[in-house]
């Protein structure tokens, strides 16, 4: 998406959160930080003379993606949201559907289980709740501070990630299940594909709801709606 900004020559600033130590460069002027709830965007919606406001943050921020509607809406700048599709599961594919991260903790069940858990960092300690399991972790950044598992094990990656990397992964650390966020996207589904393979049980954890907003698919039709 930036790089269809910066080609189209279009004025636009990229936010980040500043979860990520090193996040990817762009070709756009870059913002770091959050924007302090609703009233926050609003100011800055207001200060910095936005015209239009593009959701391209992970489908798993619904704080967000709920606080840019409100300040769009209250503030009348038009909004789209760049939104991937969630994955849908193939006939041998063996995935369970639960709603949130706690119902993630509880699918696992009582049985200890070598468990690659690919959710990110930030709610890693909900699963401290289930310390039979061991846990392989996927992270962008080194941790900085003892992990919130008693039985875990972290590797250092970005993606996008191949099948064949990550069915080596899997198979590595001998990884029984797999619990993910329905991200949607090419970049993340390497794991997927790798677990059909080697046909291991997925569970799957559902996308929080966020408010309605119009949804495009792919950077052409974000470009197609700044220009219409």
Same mark, same amino acid.
């Given at each position: 998406?930036?790089?269809?900004?910066?080609?189209?020559?279009?004025?636009?600033?990229?936010?980040?959160?500043?979860?990520?130590?090193?996040?990817?460069? *762009?070709?756009?002027?870059?913002?770091?930080?959050?924007?302090?709830?609703?009233?926050?965007?609003?100011?800055?919606?207001?200060?910095?003379?936005?015209?239009? /406001? #593009?959701?391209?943050? @992970?489908?798993?921020?619904?704080?967000?993606?709920?606080?840019?509607? %409100?300040?769009?809406?209250?503030?009348?700048?038009?909004? +789209?949201? !760049?939104? $991937?599709?969630?994955?849908?599961?193939?006939? *041998? =594919? &063996?995935?369970?559907?639960?709603? &949130?991260?706690?119902?993630? /903790?509880?699918?696992?069940?009582?049985?200890? $289980?070598?468990?690659?858990?690919?959710?990110?960092?930030?709610?890693?300690?909900? !699963?401290?709740?289930?310390?039979?399991? @061991?846990?392989?972790?996927?992270?962008? =950044?080194?941790?900085?501070?003892?992990?919130?598992?008693?039985?875990? @094990?972290?590797? +250092? %990656? $970005?993606?996008? !990630?191949?099948?064949?990397?990550?069915?080596?992964?899997?198979? &590595?650390?001998?990884?029984?299940?797999?619990?993910?966020?329905?991200?949607?996207?090419?970049?993340?589904?390497?794991?997927?594909?790798?677990? $059909?393979?080697?046909?291991?049980?997925?569970?799957?954890?559902?996308?929080?709801?966020?408010?309605?907003?119009? #949804?495009?698919?792919?950077? =052409?039709?974000?470009?197609?709606?700044?220009?219409?």
């Amino acid at each position: 998406m930036a790089r269809a900004l910066a080609g189209a020559q279009v004025d636009a600033v990229y936010s980040y959160a500043g979860r990520t130590e090193t996040p990817v460069a *762009q070709p756009l002027a870059v913002r770091v930080g959050g924007f302090g709830g609703v009233e926050g965007l609003k100011a800055y919606l207001n200060t910095e003379a936005i015209t239009h /406001v #593009i959701d391209a943050t @992970h489908p798993f921020a619904a704080q967000m993606s709920a606080n840019a509607v %409100a300040a769009c809406t209250e503030t009348g700048t038009p909004l +789209i949201a !760049f939104e $991937r599709a969630p994955w849908v599961a193939g006939p *041998q =594919d &063996d995935w369970t559907h639960v709603p &949130d991260l706690e119902a993630a /903790v509880a699918a696992l069940g009582p049985t200890p $289980r070598r468990v690659f858990l690919a959710i990110g960092r930030q709610n890693l300690g909900l !699963f401290a709740k289930a310390p039979q399991h @061991h846990y392989l972790l996927r992270l962008v =950044d080194p941790p900085t501070e003892a992990l919130p598992l008693p039985d875990a @094990h972290a590797v +250092i %990656a $970005r993606g996008p !990630f191949t099948p064949e990397g990550d069915l080596a992964l899997l198979t &590595d650390h001998r990884i029984d299940v797999i619990v993910a966020k329905n991200a949607g996207g090419a970049g993340a589904e390497a794991k997927l594909t790798a677990a $059909r393979a080697l046909a291991l049980p997925v569970i799957l954890i559902d996308r929080p709801t966020v408010p309605a907003r119009p #949804i495009a698919r792919n950077a =052409d039709e974000v470009m197609a709606w700044l220009n219409g």
